[in-house]
């Protein structure tokens, strides 16, 4: 027999989502970083669980809210007719409110566990996750979780945090309370103990979760990772726009290879999946071990699939932010360009892949006080390829390049980059004026587009994302940016060709 009740419980507990999560006070929502789990994402996150035939299952679920993924693996439990193992849940929940909810919710799972003559039992602690499964001497912590399901807290850490001197006691560095929690319940597992999470996909690259991605891939196998293509659909009630995965992580596992799957949004209508081995999720000579998420088949464009394999330091090129902080130098700003300045570049400058400076009705300055205190700041006069560090919601691509040549600005000897601007160069120099228009033309390609979308799922571009890329060689490049320089009026259409035509 089947139980229906225990669903019924994952039902009530989807009605009852929406009232709660807007009843709770907006400021403590978001001290705590609370986001509630649908009932679909919860069932889907259960389904990737092995379910053992015997023996006890123990089950954490850290930040437990209403229990909706508690409830939806005890319903996998409860329908698995082959199985005998006993079930032993243990939850977390910070917020007196929630854990009124979570306990009526479990007490009912039980209820219906002895209907069907399981044994299911609940331990339910008010306390804070990190603080008690980051000091097991004091609390007696120590791996006995066969299972960890988990939709924990976004919430970054302050370096000077409680949080943070309590992480570091259990050897972990991180910046989020979700990659803390899912740190932390991995350690709290057995061998070839199983955990399955939604998270933000921030952590699949840059370098502030760097320790975070080697952490999880040194102590487990990253068996299952599943996106939502749409940014704000997985948690659309509580207006999230992070772009969120779920993961399945087995300690101890030797890595093979990985399933990959995509839908759209909660609703899973769309779902599809493949196997991918790890060299393409992983690649063997990164050594920031970026996660890159392969896109579905049917995405890809001829364009997209040809490879390239040179780093920009074979290149003879380099990466940086723009070394101006603005807020830092407000008495250095200037509206209008006089003698003594320099020409000041923001991303409101170069938008439409074209170079306007200066912008009178602009709200950004335009010049920089050239002085002994900007001078290291500054960069010569020559031609240099720039990226947005953060894209528009509405543009197509998420990095977008311009070419700045500092003789088309009153033939300045010097120019200042504000820190939302990526700036290639050489050694601090500018670059050939052919190569910076062929970088510039093979960073707005769709082949560009969809590697970065790969491994990272925000608007925001770092100097250190563009640095992982792979280019084609310096006279490959030199080539495109002859024809591009050409090319005025050029389109998305015929610049992917060109990129497509390169050896």
Request: proline share 6%.
């Given at each position: 027999m089947v139980s229906m009740l225990v669903e019924s419980i994952v039902e009530r507990i989807e009605l009852v989502r929406p009232a709660v999560s807007a009843k709770l006070k907006e400021a403590r929502r978001s001290a705590l970083g609370q986001f509630m789990t649908s009932a679909s994402v919860a069932r889907y996150m259960a389904s990737l669980f092995s379910i053992p035939q015997q023996g006890e299952i123990q089950l954490l679920d850290p930040g437990a809210g209403l229990g909706a993924l508690s409830a939806a693996f005890i319903q996998r439990w409860q329908h698995l007719a082959e199985t005998s193992a006993t079930l032993a849940v243990t939850v977390y929940e910070i917020d007196d409110e929630l854990r009124k909810y979570l306990e009526s919710h479990l007490a009912g799972c039980q209820d219906d566990a002895v209907e069907l003559h399981r044994k299911l039992s609940f331990k339910t602690y008010p306390f804070d996750f990190i603080e008690v499964a980051a000091s097991p001497l004091e609390y007696d912590v120590r791996p006995i979780y066969t299972h960890a399901i988990l939709n924990p807290p976004y919430k970054k850490i302050r370096n000077d945090s409680t949080h943070r001197k309590w992480l570091r006691v259990s050897g972990i560095e991180t910046v989020n309370l979700y990659s803390a929690f899912v740190a932390l319940a991995l350690q709290l597992l057995v061998k070839d103990g199983e955990l399955v999470a939604i998270i933000p996909r921030s952590f699949c690259n840059g370098p502030y979760y760097k320790s975070f991605r080697k952490f999880i891939l040194q102590v487990a196998s990253l068996d299952h990772i599943h996106l939502f293509d749409s940014r704000n659909k997985a948690f659309k009630d509580d207006e999230v726009l992070q772009e969120n995965v779920i993961i399945k992580l087995v300690r101890g596992k030797y890595q093979g290879a990985v399933t990959?799957?995509?839908?759209?949004?909660?609703?899973?209508?769309?779902?599809?999946?493949?196997?991918?081995?790890?060299?393409?999720?992983?690649?063997?000579?990164?050594?920031?071990?970026?996660?890159?998420?392969?896109?579905?088949?049917?995405?890809?464009?001829?364009?997209?699939?040809?490879?390239?394999?040179?780093?920009?330091?074979?290149?003879?090129?380099?990466?940086?932010?723009?070394?101006?902080?603005?807020?830092?130098?407000?008495?250095?700003?200037?509206?209008?360009?006089?003698?003594?300045?320099?020409?000041?570049?923001?991303?409101?400058?170069?938008?439409?892949?074209?170079?306007?400076?200066?912008?009178?009705?602009?709200?950004?300055?335009?010049?920089?006080?050239?002085?002994?205190?900007?001078?290291?700041?500054?960069?010569?006069?020559?031609?240099?390829?720039?990226?947005?560090?953060?894209?528009?919601?509405?543009?197509?691509?998420?990095?977008?390049a311009t070419v700045i040549k500092t003789a088309d600005l009153q033939n300045c000897e010097m120019v200042a980059f504000e820190n939302h601007l990526n700036v290639f160069h050489s050694r601090k120099q500018g670059i050939p004026e052919d190569l910076a228009y062929g970088l510039c033309a093979y960073l707005n390609s769709s082949v560009v587009d969809l590697n970065f979308r790969t491994f990272n799922g925000h608007t925001q571009v770092n100097a250190t994302d563009l640095r992982v890329l792979k280019y084609p060689d310096r006279q490959a490049l030199i080539k495109l940016g002859r024809w591009a320089k050409k090319a005025v009026k050029r389109t998305q259409e015929q610049i992917d060709e060109r990129v497509q035509e390169l050896s």
């Open positions: 990959v799957s995509h839908c759209a949004d909660g609703a899973f209508d769309d779902y599809r999946e493949s196997v991918r081995e790890f060299k393409d999720i992983v690649k063997a000579d990164d050594i920031d071990q970026f996660i890159h998420i392969p896109l579905c088949e049917e995405t890809l464009r001829p364009t997209s699939v040809r490879p390239f394999h040179h780093k920009l330091l074979e290149l003879g090129l380099e990466i940086s932010t723009g070394p101006v902080v603005d807020f830092r130098m407000k008495s250095h700003l200037r509206k209008v360009a006089t003698p003594g300045t320099v020409p000041l570049l923001y991303p409101c400058h170069v938008a439409d892949n074209r170079v306007s400076w200066p912008l009178e009705n602009s709200k950004k300055a335009n010049a920089l006080v050239f002085d002994s205190e900007t001078r290291k700041w500054l960069f010569p006069a020559g031609c240099y390829t720039v990226v947005r560090r953060f894209s528009a919601k509405e543009e197509k691509r998420r990095i977008v």
